[in-house]
């Protein structure tokens, strides 16, 4: 098991991926998307994607059109392109009609978003749902722009298409399913988009190698919100019948502090394990309540959907300067910060993946002392930390408790359990309930 | 729906109605409970009279005699009369048995009532169960008494006659009862009487006003401790069956700290109700304990009655100076203090009116966008309180939680959801389970 | 019901039986103990003693061989024997085998125990459950040592005899028990042990002199950890069957703090009566977690046995700098601090006899006035403290809620109100459910 935060080469190696990643421009769909998993399917080619039509009812939604962005500029008098989505994909509002029209600063203005208080970062916008246009630019460029008549420039088309998403079952030893989500539906963002399909990828990997896996994996790559209620929609059966947990993966590459969202009732396996991982490796995380939400644990932890996701995060969404803004990049985001993103990921998997709740096959203490687990000779101190772990754990095997559950009665890493628990199975004193 | 606290016409229009009730000398029975009935008719005409004979058992109790209190005096060897209940009505200890008999100071004294800690006021001092008699003045008074010989008169009868008692229903479309009980048993004191059926007079006037109750009321006028217990035995079925909440309103006319009380288990629809307006509307009440009772809530609250009664209340019984004494007067009392009051308990029962459980008719959230619910242009900080309750109140909208939980977890007043909660039902987004 | 913590003549004869005792040379088997039992016969005379052949399998262990121990010594090259169990039966490491050898200080080493830190101290060391030997030195003496041959000497036996213990049954109104353990396998230490089997004596002879016994008393005397798995594997279905609370007694005779261990649930009725007894009689008393546990706890509250055991101490093994050292000695353990733990188990037990689910015969409160239990004449403050108590008795008496509970939620000794609850039982107000 790993109990590990930093990897140097995963962090690398993560990090690269998003820099492969970073410039495609992605929306709720398109080919930006598909562009996206065609990356992805060369590190795990068992990816299957998925096509929902364009116009198709899910729940109260409907899925949008695609949108195709070729060209976007705004150029001045002289022709000049000052603004130019070739440049940044920010700069133009996701979903833009197309327009090609002469206007001077006093008509563009309208359609113009900065970010006063942060003049270097160009903003995020979209209007994913009501046919609308604009550019957004840094208030730093926008204070330059003089009043004379500018091209502006939109060549996009809103068609009947489909809307993509990825799914990657791993089998494992039981139907119990683990539920990973993440999403593939923002321009060039770092923290707040790569940082979540980047880890989830390597989670992914990561769980192929396992020589056996007591739970199957259902990994998906959705657009956000739309994705998850089309998934949740063409999945709702399984959805509620097998999954045992699961986590919304999102905002896991900065080095800044490790964060916790829980799921609505704040009391499934997703939520112990998640806190008993963070408490130990990430002491100090920051706790948000479900109110502060705003990913797709919206779809699944809503009323009559309510399975059990978390979120494990680094910078949460909303709560840093840099983001949904061009600040939100590859300095920001880290390979270290990456690494321990995807560290805490795998311990909190290793640990769902190893919970079972012990019994003890002895009737009062097992003699530890004839199997050699315990000193003979009895003198003052003599009980080391190591052996009182492994009679608490045994005190506690009552078969009605997860190790989970005696690792916060005793207080130690679960991590630490396990190992003590394998060694007491082998001397048959424990059992798997 | 109200949800301030003060309005100056109600204020005075209570206050008007105490100051009219203050010189009646009510007791447990006896012609001033009358009258003071008498005077409630005129504001709430559908109020009914009761009347339960002298020496009926109730329970473990007996229906006490009618007293009968005529005149009640002292006066000097100058045959001045230096005390007499035409001046204030505590004079007499309540239940006094008739006495005409001249006697020095030193004979006097042991049936002379006074407080030396308030020296100017009179207390209050009855002896319901026991045959006796007595005088209460003010300690400053008693200090001035000669030893000279007195002429001590009491004109009073204890006769075989009734206890009265008041009781108004208001019909609801259910049968289910919210029960408002106050007494009308004590003389010439506002805060620890009249606040009681003066704010209880104008909640029932109220409630008539209303378009639509979903609840029955069950309003009550008795005398304390005796009256509660004969209402009870009377009415035993009936209350247990239906009554799902209820108040005992005393102590709520002044101007000091709101306060609570809440029933013997303490989780009940009441006090949580009540506990939410006070939280919102009165932030820095003061809680008392069950231990702290001492109106008729212990009998609505006794082993096997159990009622769902707390008390909302103003400087609560046992806990002001100025409590059973003639300093609990119209000044003590306010204009002010009785409209808090009044608009305290006005909100608490609209809160349970509107309380309901809330079910989301979509699975997966709605979309707030396309009707017009929700901003279509997704930018930074867009996303405003108002849209975020909304969402709140949606994501916990599971038929499990009331309005009233679900305020409670989003840290809102409920009334605030009410308002969201209709805009979401003429949308057909929320139900009402 | 004794409520006092302190008394002369019972702690001056608990040290005096704890004197008598002190030189026995005790271990887990073998003369001392049976020499113990003869002692503790004389006191509690229907004390059975039961044994258990060497070699027999009880549960995962093994009954050991009966050690017999005749001289031990070292003595120097001048014969002088420097290191005698004669002088102190410590020295000799528990469970040593014969030995008899000439050998160099280095040779020697090994085998000698000392306290650097306690240079005064001779430690206390056994080895049970693995053929060794050795002696047991204070620091003070060891740095004495010369380099020259020493004579060692060690006459001992490890013969197929018994395992002995000790069981009393105390007959009560019904075959539920409450269990009492205490052990008597260490040889001369006063705190940790001989104030176990001296208060569990005296509490023996205490509850025999009662006139009636709710329950059945189960007290048994048995050697540590082996010990108590043979008393389990011998009667563990009237165990289970019948046992409702109990106490493991040991370490609770010295004159520092009180402290408290919890079952392994911490919610049995042993923990409860524990603790409300300690809280009111020993505020400030140390409670420790389960996980500190070390007695015959382990085996009564392992998994499967699950007794409800606590353990009520003074200084707790392994937490006073005497323990297991030649320091835990009659000086240490004093009368005071004898019949102070004698007292608190006494309050406990008598907590348990009384305690019981009152239920009022009344509807609404019961009248106390006309029989005479309330103050007739009502004026301020005229209703104290002990008639608080009482009507808070009554109105908590609901059948559901024990006198213990009732005393928690009043915040009064359940003793106080075991007086009242009987005066309202004379006056058919409260019954026993």
Redesign the interface.
């Known amino acids: 098991m790993s109990v590990g935060l930093s990897n140097k080469e995963i962090g690398l190696e993560l990090h690269k991926w998003a820099t492969d990643l970073f410039p495609i421009t992605r929306s709720l769909t398109g080919p930006g998307v598909r562009e996206t998993f065609r990356y992805l399917k060369k590190i795990i080619p068992e990816l299957s994607i998925f096509s929902v039509p364009s116009g198709k009812k899910v729940?109260?939604?409907t899925v949008p059109k695609e949108w195709i962005i070729r060209e976007a500029y705004i150029a001045n008098k002289d022709n000049v392109k000052i603004i130019d989505i070739k440049n940044n994909n920010l700069h133009v509002?996701g979903y833009s009609e197309p327009i090609n029209k002469r206007m001077n600063l006093e008509e563009l203005n309208p359609f113009l978003?900065s970010?006063p208080d942060l003049p270097n970062a160009i903003?995020?916008?979209?209007?994913?749902?009501?046919e609308?246009w604009?550019f957004c630019i840094s208030e730093k460029q926008r204070m330059q722009l003089k009043d004379e008549e500018y091209h502006v420039y939109i060549d996009s088309e809103l068609i009947d298409g489909v809307l993509n998403y990825g799914e990657l079952i791993i089998k494992g030893q039981t139907d119990k399913e683990i539920l990973l989500s993440t999403y593939i539906c923002h321009p060039s963002m770092a923290n707040n988009e790569l940082s979540g399909p980047v880890v989830t990828t390597a989670i992914a990997r990561w769980l192929k190698t396992l020589e056996k896996r007591k739970y199957t994996y259902r990994i998906i790559f959705v657009p956000e919100?739309i994705g998850?209620?089309v998934y949740?929609?063409e999945n709702?059966k399984n959805l509620k019948k097998a999954t045992i947990a699961g986590f919304q993966i999102t905002c896991i590459g900065d080095d800044r502090v490790y964060s916790f969202l829980p799921s609505?009732l704040g009391n499934t396996l997703s939520d112990k394990a998640a806190e008993h991982v963070l408490k130990h490796l990430a002491p100090g995380y920051k706790k948000y309540s479900?109110?502060e939400?705003g990913s797709d644990e919206?779809?699944f932890?809503?009323?009559?959907?309510?399975l059990p996701i978390a979120s494990v995060m680094r910078s949460k969404y909303g709560e840093y300067p840099e983001?949904?803004?061009s600040l939100d990049n590859l300095d920001f985001v880290t390979p270290s910060g990456l690494a321990g993103g995807f560290n805490i990921l795998k311990n909190i998997i290793e640990l769902i993946e190893n919970n079972c709740k012990p019994?003890?096959l002895?009737?009062?203490?097992?003699?530890l002392?004839?199997r050699g687990l315990y000193p003979?000779?009895?003198?003052?101190g003599s009980v080391n930390d190591s052996v009182?772990k492994m009679?608490?754990l045994?005190?506690?095997?009552?078969?009605n408790l997860s190790l989970l559950e005696i690792a916060e009665?005793?207080d130690v890493p679960m991590w630490e359990l396990v190992q003590v628990f394998r060694v007491l199975k082998k001397h048959t004193i424990l059992s798997n309930n």
């Open positions: 729940f109260d939604w509002v978003h970010i903003p995020y916008v979209t209007s994913f749902y009501n609308s604009g919100t998850s209620i949740i929609n709702f609505r479900f109110l939400r919206r779809q932890c809503s009323p009559g959907v309510d983001y949904h803004t019994v003890c002895h009737t009062c203490e097992p003699q002392g004839k003979n000779v009895s003198k003052l009182k009679m608490n045994i005190a506690y095997s009552d078969g009665i005793i």
